[in-house]
């Protein structure tokens, strides 16, 4: 088996008890909430770091849990490895390169098994569609407690609502002041269309004073541009609330 070692930072008191908040939230939503789906309206609003602590909290309870890092655009994850990735990743299994137990790795968080998103494809959403991703699900949910897939930002490319149908429960993470309420309601509409229930909304980067001390943003994060999507995305929304381009032909020049 495949092995990862992760970045960890002790958290401060007040965002450990706000993703001890979230976990009881989640276990009170239903014993069948096991299969959790967590995205973002755009790049850079923590939501990877936010699934892996969100993960983290859930081994504290002697929870076995799967980390499933399914943005293979531009993946958050990644660099909260130590050190080089693993050989095999989601990419990997989902085009036939490597067999289901090949790519599951241990790290050094107890109960903590993760997939990493391997090598860039051409395809991502192509692959998520394929049925190999139903059957991992399927496979791995004999064995975890909770399975929490990280998901590509929804304001920005589709690969969150083609894997929404096999998960039990969606979040959306969300940068405090950073996005607009009519964009962020057209991503939650979205994410109905896919019959995948919502479970809430993550506010995150929260700036607050609690006995004259200031606790700011939950950490920094990288552009999502690698893939060629631009400033905003080209499936997306610009950040003040412009529309992106949708068209995939080049526009009329005057």
Known sequence: MQSVMLKQEELPYEIDEELKMLRTNIQFSGADRKILLITSAFSGEGKSTTALNLCRS???????????DADMRNSGFM????????????????????EMDEMICSSDIKNLSVIVSGKVPPNPAELLARPAMKTLIDTCTKYCDYIVIDCPPLGMVVDAAVVAPLCDGAMLVIEAGEVKYRLA??????????????????????????????????????????????KYGKYGYGKYGKPAETDSKPAKKD
């Open 185 to 230: 309601q057209e991503i939650v509409d979205k994410m109905r269309n896919t019959s995948c229930p919502i479970l809430g909304v993550i506010l995150n980067k929260v700036g607050y004073s609690a006995n004259g001390k200031y606790y700011g943003h939950y950490g920094k994060y990288g552009k999502y541009g690698k893939y060629g999507y631009g």
């Open 79 to 98: 660099k909260m490895l130590k050190g080089s990735a693993p050989v095999f990743g989601l990419s990997h299994y989902l085009s036939g390169q490597c």
């Open 58 to 68: 859930f081994t504290e309870l002697g929870k076995r849990v799967l980390l499933v």
